[in-house]
């Protein structure tokens, strides 16, 4: 991982943390991280609270893809998996999606990591739900379902959806696809995005 030098900057902005103003630095880099490609890492320090606020911005962008990889066996749960923040996952044996937010942060893990990440989900909807029959029972067959594909047991489909196509699933064999312009539509991103074109005409700020 490659970083430039860190730029600090004064800001006014209320910290995040405590709501002081005045006394906010904002530290910047940019940094080529592997499998995401370049990336913005950002620190709002503030000198009432001394707590960092971090995040981190993927700046590449390429083809809206649909990564799908079917998991026939213990060994395939070990396919690294890279998911930004830009990227939906699913495995519908399970119910599972797992949809982006401003919040969201990018990982590198493996299919296992993902199961374990939709097992936690699960627990929690269990908790949420356990006083309704119908979907009590439901959530206990996905985590019936849960261990066998924990065990290589049985097979399961892995699906990233990424607007951005910065997500990868890396093993022989994943099935890429590019995402019509109607799914695109209907994924959240996770970010907010602007379009140097829309501002086309706009007024200089």
Sequence with gaps: MCAAPMKAVPVDTPCPMCRATGG????????NVPYFGD?????????????????????????PTRLSFRCESADDLLARVIRSNSGTIRIPELGFAAEPTPLSESFVS???GVLERAKDILLTALDWHGDDPQKRALLEHYLAQHELFMNGRAPFTLIIDD??????????????????????AGLRTGMHVIDKSELAGADEP
């Design 24 to 31: 906010i630095t904002l530290l910047t880099t940019s940094i």
């Design 39 to 63: 990336a913005l890492e950002s620190t709002l320090r503030c000198s009432a609270c001394r707590k960092p606020h971090a995040d981190f911005m993927i700046l590449s962008q390429k083809e």
């Design 110 to 112: 493996n299919v296992e």
């Design 163 to 184: 607007p951005y196509g910065n997500s990868a699933i890396v093993a022989e064999r994943v099935e890429r696809r590019g995402l019509t312009p109607e799914e695109v």
